[in-house]
C-alpha cells in the first residue's frame, strides 16, 4: 500500500541505521515460534531495503546480530544464521537489480566461516554498484568496534620508529580511521522498532550525533510507511551538533 505521508523539502539523512526489535514478540503474539518472527523479520528487511533505494537514500546499516545475541538459544543462533546465509545466496538478484551494494560490519572472526564466505561473496558481487549501500552489522558490537579500530591504530603504529609512538598519535581520526567502514559517514538518523528505548550497542562511536526515532511498531509490521514517517519526522529536526543556532 503506497504511504499517505507527505516528505518535505528538507534534506533526508544520508545514513540511516535500523535496530529491527520485536521478530520474538511479533511471534509470540500469533502463536508461533520465535523462528517464524525472525523469518518475517528478514522479509520486512528487504521490503525497506527496497523503500530506502527507491528514496536514493545512500547508506542503510541494519542491525542483524550483535555481539550479545550469542546468548540466544543454539536453535535460535543457528536460525538467523541459516537465514542470512540463504537470503545471500537467494537474493542476490534483488541486489543486483536494484543496484546495491553489500557491506559488512562487525568481526568477522566469530562467525561460522560458511557465514563468512557468503558475506565475502556478496560483498564482491556488489562492490561496484552505485546505488544503496545496505551494511548489514552481523557479530557487531559498539563496543567491539571501538576496542577493534584502537587495536588497528596501534598495530599500524607499530610500524613506525619508537620515537613516534606517543599516546598524542591515538586521535579521534586515528579511531575512525580503524572502524570496519571508515568511508561511511556517520549516521544521521537511528531508528529502533519494537517499543524500547535503548541502543544496546548499536553504532555508539558514529552515532554520537544521531537523531534517534523510536517506534513501537514490532519490526515485522513496520512498513514504508513507518519509514516515511520517521523520515518527515527527522526533516522536522533541528540538528546542531553540539553548536548554537546561527
Ligand atoms: C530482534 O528481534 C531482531 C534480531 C535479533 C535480528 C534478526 C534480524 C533478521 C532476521 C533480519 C535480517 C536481515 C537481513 C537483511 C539479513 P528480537 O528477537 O530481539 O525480538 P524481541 O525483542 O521481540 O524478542
Redesign the pocket.
Same mark, same amino acid.
Given at each position: 500500500m503506497a504511504s499517505s505521508v507527505v516528505l518535505g523539502s528538507s534534506p533526508l539523512p544520508r545514513h540511516i541505521g535500523i535496530?529491527?526489535? /520485536? #521478530? /520474538?514478540? +511479533?511471534?509470540?503474539r500469533k502463536n508461533l515460534l520465535?523462528t517464524q /518472527?525472525?523469518?518475517e /523479520?528478514?522479509k #520486512?528487511?528487504?521490503k525497506i &531495503?527496497k523503500a530506502a533505494s527507491d528514496l536514493h537514500i545512500p547508506f542503510l546499516t %541494519?542491525? &542483524?546480530?550483535?555481539t550479545e #545475541?550469542w546468548k540466544?538459544t543454539a536453535e *535460535?543462533v543457528g536460525f538467523?544464521m541459516g537465514? &542470512?546465509k540463504q537470503?545471500?545466496k537467494a *537474493?542476490l538478484d534483488f541486489y543486483r537489480e536494484n543496484r546495491i551494494r553489500i557491506r559488512h560490519a562487525g568481526d568477522p572472526e566469530g562467525l561460522p566461516r560458511d557465514i563468512v564466505r557468503e558475506l565475502e561473496e556478496a560483498c564482491e558481487d556488489t562492490r561496484s554498484f552505485e546505488g544503496l549501500q545496505?551494511i548489514?552489522a %552481523?557479530n557487531y558490537g559498539g563496543r567491539d568496534a571501538i576496542v577493534r579500530a584502537v587495536r588497528r591504530r596501534l598495530a599500524s603504529l607499530e610500524k613506525e620508529p619508537l620515537e613516534k609512538r606517543v599516546p598524542e598519535k591515538i586521535t579521534e581520526e586515528g579511531i575512525r580511521g580503524g572502524l570496519d567502514n571508515p568511508d561511511i559517514p556517520d549516521p544521521d538518523l537511528i531508528i529502533r522498532t519494537?517499543g *524500547?528505548y535503548r541502543t544496546s550497542n548499536f553504532l555508539l562511536w558514529e552515532g554520537a550525533y544521531a537523531e534517534y526515532y523510536f517506534s513501537e511498531v514490532? +519490526?515485522p509490521d513496520w512498513t514504508e510507511g513507518d519509514l516515511h514517517s520517521a523520515l518527515a519526522a527527522y526533516q522536522e529536526r533541528e540538528r546542531r551538533f553540539g553548536g548554537r543556532k546561527p
Open positions: 535496530i529491527m526489535d /520485536g #521478530n /520474538g514478540r +511479533w511471534a509470540q520465535r /518472527g525472525h523469518l /523479520g528478514l #520486512n528487511a528487504k &531495503v %541494519l542491525y &542483524v546480530f550483535s #545475541n540466544r *535460535e538467523i537465514l &542470512v537470503h545471500l *537474493e545496505v548489514l %552481523l519494537g *524500547e514490532l +519490526w
